[in-house]
Structures are given as structure tokens and as C-alpha cells.
């Protein structure tokens, strides 16, 4: 029987492998690469109107990259599924494998004075938590890689774009997989990376090529955070593996007197899941992260990157734990998050659009559940939405693949029998967002409103805010669907007569991902219920993992059993509501959206324009920090550094011509009239010092005679 716990190292590299050889012999594979990468992406980049069929007359060598992409991922997932069903058989649920030690550094003093050794292993760690991120990053990814085969197949560029794709799923699998800190990070880097290649896939089209920049900037401000907090880590521990920070952790008290230390370095945590998980105030990158291809925007948005803070937050559960006053802010962060994004989506026009401000307001419920102890929760919500948003979003590709490129829900309607597996499996999808019972969304998010309310770090604004976010879902869910399926035709003549249902390798995904929609969360249901332990499975499969939070969910666990009946009644009553209300403003009374957003204008316009935080961003941080910050940096170059530099050579200058004045006038000047003073003082005694003897000597007698000639004299 083949050990898949010891070969967990290998999971990685099936899809790197696939990527590599896209690198090296790709464009061997694709011999319409050559000819069709020419042609701008940007312009036929949904022409689909005229390729429907067009994978199926592709050339022979460029099926075998239709299988060998896809073919990696699907080795990823058999070897990750094989490995977890091993993983449950152990007790302790907990295997790790450390292939080599990559980052061996210098000696180091940590925060408590001791010594320690900044050291990294390329090494991989299979617990509940990664367990269930590699289940869903290699299933989910393996079905956006057979849908690319269709959605893509008419498109130049075809091998790089699964080789972005594999390449992605490997970074991906490594985040997850990775022992520590630093090797998570190359994960974490290197899906940001790989984002920025396939948001810019149509790099010929300036709006996809600004995008795929903008996510990569605004990502480099959370990593920056992130990265300090990973120093600060293996500054206080001395380790960034995983479980010896836990268990170093074990030996902390909780951070309830204040903001201290631990606090910090969770904060600075969090600052880097932010930007990855597209968070308040660094959110703004995923929704024209749409500019990419439509699988892409289900592999980013779904599955893998968006959801890498997510795991990284519920990873570092044990310091979160530790440091209440930042879990309060990851709690409101998360649910203010929510909310914004979900009054944004309310009024978008673009269907891809509208699902991507419904990532960011999920994502944001996330980080609620995260931030009042339920983790979880947090990926069980995770696990479900992976599910029907990845559907949802594969589900409008579907949609303007039939609508030859249209994504604007205002050209649509009357499309559920045109396309009828599309609009089936994404109606599940909806209903499964909107939080209607028996459905995988219900579930998970029901869960997390009722922590919000109960858990001792919850509080009734966080379930308020929650409760409204949920109606306003199911609200632009169902006037997305009205607006798409329902009432009558909007479509251009030109596209009307060739709207087709994609084919089948596009809409089986669609199909798995609906069944997985509604099934996914009866392994979560709600302890009132009293069902079997079976359908607890995923609460007691993490449990191991978060057992310091199962105090939260214990005293959860104390309230009133018919106060928990009424919030769920509630919430299926709001998401009810919003259905039937958005059914009434879309289908039935078509006039009176137009009325109110008359009515209220400037509210409209607001949301409209998405609040404005793009224009004030430019605006504080491209037009003000970069640009005029740039230029004032420039002027004070010019005048003050530069303006130092030459007023410090004029200096240099004056000074050295003084110094030659000073030098020829006065110190030479001084010295030729010393030495003229001295030659004129000289002047006698040199007439009587000539040096020659006989004038000594005549002296010496005219001396001599004078003298006797005195003493004769007298």
C-alpha cells in the first residue's frame, strides 16, 4: 500500500512539473501559439460567439496540454486525498515531513536574551487544517482546469495560460503544505506572482495589464507587514515552524491588560492577510482582478489565493487567542468589510463584477468568525463557499461565453431556457449564497452569525451587521439571476440569434461544483438539530486544531436553545425577503429600481462609483504620495540636495581661491619681507664678515696700533 503521509512532498510538485514543461515545451505543443498570441487578447478575449466548438478541431499536440495540466492537478488530488484518509486513521491527526533545512542563518539573541539560529525547512506539515485546504485548492482547481480546456480553447496564449495555472496551484499547495513561516511565504509570494500573470493574461489590453499591477502593488503594502510580523515571530519564539511557536505560546498569558508584543505581531499578521484576502482598507485590487480571464477570476476568488489569509490567520489561531484586542479588530475589520462590499454590489451592472464584491463581503465573514474565536467556523465557511462561488463564477463565464463576451446584466434576460444547465446549476449556486437551509451556504454562514451573537468575543452590533450583509446577499444574488435568466430579453439582435449552452467540458464542472454546493454543508450542521455525529464531521475533524477556542463555543453552547431557533428563523426570514424583494423590483415592478435610484442619486451614484475609494486612493496615494510626493521629492533634490552639493563646491571653490590669496599675499608676502628685514639688518655685519683672512688680519693690526697708539697718546 502506497505511504501517500510520506509523499506529501510530492503534491506540490505534480502541478510544478506541468508548469515547467509549459515553460520549456509549451509552445511546441500550441502551434497556433505563434500565430494567435499576436492578436490582441484584450480585443477577442470573449469572442466566443464564433469558437464554441473550437477545442474540439483543436490540433493533436494541443490536446496533450488539455491533458497534462489538468492531468498534474488531478495526481495532486488523488496523492492529497489518499493522504488524508491516512491522516484520519492517526491518532494525533498530525504528520510532518522535512525534506531539507533551505534557510540556515546566523546566530541570533531573541526578545528573551537566548540564543537561537534563524533556520527554515523545506519541509510540509498534513494536519486537519491543511488537510482540508489541499482537498479543496487541488478538486476545486482540477475543475476550473477541465473548464479552461473549453472556456479557452479558441484563445492564443493557450499553454502559458495553463502553465500559469499549474504554477499557480503549486504556490498555492505550498502556502498551505509549508511547516513555517518562511516557507509559507514563499507560497504567499508566489501566488502573488502567478495573480499578476493571469490578471494580466491579456497583457495587450491596458485595463488587464493595470490591473494585474494594481494587485501586485497593493499586496507588496500587506506583505510588507506581513513579512515584519514573521521577523517579530522568530524574534519572540526563536522558531517560525509552526508547532514549536505553538508550543511556545503554550507558556504566554493573554494580552488583556493592553497592546502589547504578541498584540503587535498579530496585527502585523493580519496586516498581511488584508491585502492578500482583500480586506478593508486593502480590498481594492480583487474586483478588477476581473479584467483576467473568467477561470481565473473562479481560481483567485473561489479556491486558493483570496483565501490564503484566511488560513494564515486560522493557522496562527494560537496567537490570535492569546491577543483579544486584535482579534476585535480582525472581528470588526471583517464584518465592516461585509457589509461595504455587499452595499457596492447592489447596484453593479457587470455579472463579474457583482460576484467579486460578493467575494470580498464573504471573505469578510470570514475574518468576522476569525476574529470572535470561532475558527472553524471561519473554514468551514471557507470549505462551502470554495464551492458555490467558484460555480457562480464559472457559471457566468458560461453566460457570456453563450452571450459572445457580454457581461453587462443589462444586455441579458430570458436566458433560463437558452442556457438551461448554466441557469440550473448557478440557481443552486444563488440559493446556496443567499443562505436558504439545506444548502452548503446556509450552513456555514448561519454558524457564523449565531457565534457572532453568542461568543463571548462577539457582540449583538458584529451579529447585526452580519444579519443585514446576509439580506443584502440575498438581495444582489436574485437581481443578478432576474436580471440574467428572467422577464423578458434585453439581448442584442446580433447576439440573440447565436446564444448557445456551452459545451460539455464547461458545464460538467458546473454540475460537480452544484452538487458540492448542496452538499458540502451537511457535514457542519448546527448541534441544535441533534443529527448524528456524522454530519459534526467537519467541527470535530478541526477541533484538535483550535481546542484553546472550544471554550468559546462552549459557553456558546449555554444559551437558550429557542433563542438560537429564533436567529436562524431570522436570518432564512431576511434572506427570504431579499429574494422577494429583489424578484419584485426586477420582474414584477421593473420601473421602481430606476424611481429610487432617482430618488436617492447622490446614494446611488456613491455605490455606483463604489464609494469613491478608488478616486480617493489616486488621489491621496497615486496623484499624492506617488506622484506629488514624487515630484516634491524631485524639487527638493534639485534645490536642497543638488542645491547643497553645488553651494558646497562654490564653498570649496571661494575657499581655495582665499587660500591662494592668502597663501601668495600674506603667508609669501610675510616671509619675503622677513627675509628682506633680515638682509637689510645684515647689510653691516656683512661688510666686516667678508671671510677674508688678510682683511681679518689688517684689523687685527689697525686694532692692535690703535690701541698702543691710546696708551702712547695718554
Known sequence: MVNFLDLIWLIPLFPLAGAIAMLLIGWKLDPQASSEVAVAPGVASHSHSSGAHHHAHASPLRMLVSLLCPGMVLLSFIFSAGAVAQLAQKAERVHEVVQFTWLAGLPFHTAAGS?????????????????????????????????????????????????????????????????????????????????????????????AADAGKKAFVVNRVGDAGFLIGIFLVFALFGSVRF?????????????????????????????????????????TWLPDAMEGPTPVSALIHAATMVTAGVYMVARSSALFQLTPATSVVVAFIGAFTAIWAAS???????????????????????FLALGVGAYWV??????????????????????????GGEQDMRCMGGLKDRIPVTYRTMLIGAIAIAGIPGLAG?????????????????SKLLYLIG?????????????????????????KPEVEARIHESPAVMTAPLVVLAAGSILAGWIGTPKLWNLPEGFRLFESWLEPLFSGAAAHSAEAAHHDAALEWLLMGLSVALAVGGILLARRFYLVRTELPERLAERFRPLYNTLANKWYVDEIYDFLFVNGFGKAGGRAAGRFDLKVIDGGVNGTGWMTRFSSTLSIWWDTWIIDGAV????????????????????????????MVAGVLLFFGYYVMR
Not at 498534513?126 to 476550473?144: C, E, H, K, N, R
Not at 471561519?378 to 452571450?403: C, D, N, P, Q
Request: proline share 2%; charged share 10%.
Open 442 to 458: 446556509f450552513f456555514s454562514k448561519d454558524e457564523i452569525l449565531w457565534q457572532a451573537y453568542s461568543s463571548p468575543s462577539g
Open 344 to 366: 457596492i454590489a447592489l447596484v453593479q451592472n457587470d455579472i463579474k463584477r457583482v460576484l467579486a464584491y460578493s467575494t470580498v463581503s464573504q471573505l469578510g465573514y470570514m
Open 672 to 699: 619675503r619681507l622677513s627675509s628682506f628685514t633680515v638682509r637689510m639688518l645684515s647689510f653691516p655685519a656683512r661688510m666686516v664678515q667678508t671671510g677674508r683672512v688678510q682683511a681679518y688680519a689688517l684689523v
Open 467 to 491: 444579519l443585514t450583509t446576509a439580506a443584502m446577499t440575498a438581495f444582489y444574488m436574485w437581481r443578478l439571476m432576474s436580471l440574467t435568466f428572467f422577464g423578458r430579453s434585453r439581448v
Open 243 to 283: 508547532l514549536e511557536v505553538n508550543q511556545a505560546l503554550a507558556g504566554f498569558h493573554a494580552e488583556t491588560a493592553g497592546f502589547g508584543v504578541l498584540s503587535a505581531t498579530a496585527l502585523l499578521l493580519f496586516v498581511g492577510a488584508t491585502g492578500k484576502s482583500a480586506q478593508i482598507p486593502l480590498y
Open 115 to 207: 540564543l537561537a539560529r534563524f533556520t527554515a525547512d523545506w519541509g510540509f506539515l498534513l494536519d486537519p487544517l491543511s488537510s482540508v485546504m489541499i482537498l479543496v485548492v487541488t478538486g476545486v482547481g482540477f475543475l476550473i482546469h477541465v473548464y479552461s480546456i473549453g472556456y479557452m480553447g479558441h484563445e492564443g496564449g493557450y499553454y502559458r495560460f495553463f502553465g500559469y495555472l499549474n504554477l499557480f496551484v503549486f504556490f498555492m499547495l505550498m502556502l498551505v503544505l509549508a511547516n513555517n513561516y518562511a516557507l509559507l511565504f514563499v507560497g504567499w509570494e508566489g501566488v502573488g506572482l502567478c495573480s499578476y500573470l493571469l490578471i494580466g493574461f491579456y497583457f495587450h489590453k491596458k485595463s
Open 378 to 403: 471561519a473554514i468551514f465557511h471557507l470549505f462551502t463557499h470554495a464551492f458555490f462561488k467558484a460555480l457562480l463564477f464559472l457559471g457566468s463565464g458560461s453566460v457570456i461565453h453563450a452571450m
